[in-house]
C-alpha cells in the first residue's frame, strides 16, 4: 500500500506541476474585456465621416457623379482597414489617360451628399502608409539598410487621413476613375473597418526584445550581426596609393523596452549601435577602418489589435531620435504606421512578424519578446 499511495502522490505532484505550468502561459479568454473591438461594428454616418475626411488637392461637390461605363480601372478588393487620425489609402491601377478619380461614401440607407474629385495630379505611386517617408524606428528592414518596400510603378494611391471627429466604425465607399474626355467608369465599392485603439488586454504589459530572428538566422539582443551583402569601393589613401576595399554593415541591437497601455498607447525605446567606415582614418592608414554610431530611438502612438487576423497595428505619432550626437523630434500629426504585422501572444512572451519585399523577394523577420 505505502508504494501505491507514494506513486500515486507522485502522479499527483506531476500532475499539479503540470496544471502549474499550464496556468502559466494560459491566457485570460476574455482578452477584450472592455468591449473594445465591438466599437469596429457601428455603422458611422457617412456625411458626417466626409466631413472628417481631408485629402490633399481634392474638391468636395455635392451631388454624385453619372458613370458613363466608357473607361475601366482594376481594384482587387472590396474591405480594408483604416485607423483613427492616420486613415487608409486607396490603392488601385490607372488606366490609359487617367485624369482623376470620384469617391464617395455609402451605407445601407444610401450615398453621402457629396463626393471628393481628386484630379491625377493629387496622387502618387502606391505607397502603403508605412513608406509614406522613409522606414524609420526599429520595425524597418535594417539587414541591408534597403529603405522603402519595392513599389509597383504601374499603380496609384490616394491618401485619405482623417480628423478627430471619424473614430472606431465602419463605412464603405464607392470609387470611379475618369479621363479627359469626359468618360466616367462603373464604381468599384470598397467597405473600411476603422479600427478601434487597443483590443487585447493580454499585451497590456513591459516587454523587453530578446531576439530577431531575419532569413532563419537568430540574432540575440547585444550580439553583433553582420549583413551577408557587401560592396566594393575605392579608397584614395593618403599616401597617393589607391586600393578596392570591401564595406560591409555591421550593427547590433542592445535593447528595446515595448509598453503597451490599456487605453491603446504605447511607448517604446530601443538603442542600437551600427558600424560605419571611418574614411578619414581610413584613407591615412590605406585599410579598412570602422566607427561605432549610437542611435537612441524613442517612438510614442496607438496601438490596434486585430482578432480576425491576430495583427498588430502601431500608429506613431511621436517620436525622439538621437544619432551621431544629434537629436531630432517630431510629432506627426496624421500618424505614421510603424509597423503592421502578425503577432503570437502567450502569458509571457509575445512574437510579432514582419514580412518586406525587395526585389520581389519576400524577407520575413520575427521579434521575439519577454514580459519584464
Known sequence: MKKVNVFL?????????????DDENKLDSNSDPEGVNELEEVLLDVNAVTGGISIDGATEVQG????????????????????????????????????????????????????????????????????????KGFFTNKKSAKGNLTAKDEDTSIDVNFGAEVTAGTFCYVICVYDGQGNISAPS??????????????????????????????????????????YTTSLSCDSGETKEVVIEYCYTTDNLVMNFKSDGSYEYTYYDTSKSLDWDASEQACETIYEEEEEI????????????????TLV??????????????????????????????????FVISETDTYDGEEEVYEYHFNKK
Open 9 to 21: 502522490m507522485g502522479c499527483l505532484a506531476i500532475a499539479a506541476l503540470s496544471c502549474s505550468k
Open 64 to 135: 454624385s457623379p453619372v458613370p458613363t461605363g466608357d473607361i475601366e480601372f482594376s481594384l482587387d478588393y472590396d474591405k480594408q482597414t483604416a485607423f483613427q487620425t492616420n486613415g487608409f489609402d486607396i490603392e488601385f491601377q490607372a488606366p490609359e489617360g487617367f485624369a482623376g478619380a470620384y469617391v464617395q461614401l455609402k451605407d445601407e440607407n444610401g450615398i453621402a451628399d457629396s463626393y471628393f474629385d481628386i484630379p491625377a495630379n493629387a496622387t502618387s505611386g502606391v505607397y502603403n502608409k508605412v513608406t509614406k517617408t522613409a522606414k
Open 189 to 230: 465599392e470598397v467597405c473600411v473597418t476603422v479600427e478601434s485603439w487597443g483590443g487585447n488586454s493580454n499585451l497590456v504589459a513591459d516587454w523587453e526584445l530578446t531576439k530577431e530572428i531575419y532569413d532563419g538566422e537568430t540574432i540575440n539582443v547585444g550580439e553583433e550581426y553582420c549583413d551577408e551583402d557587401t
Open 316 to 349: 506613431e505619432f511621436e517620436y525622439t531620435e538621437t544619432y551621431d550626437g544629434e537629436t531630432y523630434s517630431e510629432i506627426e500629426e496624421d500618424g505614421y504606421l510603424a509597423f503592421d504585422g502578425e503577432i503570437t501572444i502567450t502569458s509571457n512572451t
Open 297 to 312: 530611438y524613442n517612438s510614442i502612438g496607438k496601438w490596434a489589435y486585430n482578432e480576425e487576423e491576430s495583427k498588430l
